[in-house]
């Protein structure tokens, strides 16, 4: 394995080190101090600011919280340290414009309709009544069976069905009723 030599100590060589220039600029940056003393002076003027963009304490703790961790990571950003509470404002400001933004897609998402689907139970019981259906559908005569097939299945108008079948349109009314109402005899005697 090849072994790493430490560099000279650049003070040796006269030469900055780079040691130095990153104390520089977290010296030119803000502070972990001066940001825990503005979290201790600012953090319930920037939650009354996010409760007025957001409607719910959570949210807007939530918000500032997350305001506070980014501009802790972003410190060496902030050259002049009386600038710090203004950029907490904007981070806040945008944070709770992102929050809506996610609370109204939430809701577009949420208020589409839900498809309708039967439990496998509804499903069972529904295909018995189909069964049920059409076994009394098959004992109906011919044309009653035509005639309600046509109008209720296939959504036929009753002059479609006339048409359809060939038959008078007085013809459908009375096949159709009387269908029905042997269909509702078989019916009620199965359940």
């Not at 959570?58 to 990571?73: G, K, L, M, T, W």
């Not at 076994?135 to 048409?163: H, I, P, S």
């Amino acid at each position: 394995m090849p072994v790493i030599a430490p560099m000279p100590a650049a003070r040796q060589t006269g030469l900055p080190s780079q040691r130095e220039g990153a104390e520089d600029s977290v010296a030119a940056g803000t502070t972990v101090d001066h940001l825990t003393e503005t979290y201790r002076a600012h953090y319930r003027s920037l939650l009354g600011l996010a409760a007025l963009l957001l409607d719910d304490t959570a949210s807007c703790e939530d918000v500032v919280q997350e305001a506070f961790i980014r501009v802790h990571s972003a410190r060496n950003r902030v050259r002049e340290p009386e600038k710090t509470l203004a950029y907490l404002r904007q981070t806040v400001v945008n944070l709770s414009r992102s929050a809506l933004r996610r609370r109204i897609l939430g809701l577009k998402l949420l208020s589409k309709p839900m498809p309708d689907m039967a439990s496998a139970e509804e499903g069972a019981y529904d295909q018995l009544e189909r069964d049920a259906l059409i076994k009394a559908m098959r004992g109906l005569q011919r044309r009653q069976r035509e005639v309600l097939v046509l109008r209720y299945f296939a959504d036929m108008t009753e002059a479609q069905v006339a048409t359809t079948l060939g038959i008078s349109l007085g013809s459908v009314k009375a096949y159709g009723s009387r269908g029905i109402a042997a269909l509702r005899v078989v019916m009620e005697a199965q359940a």
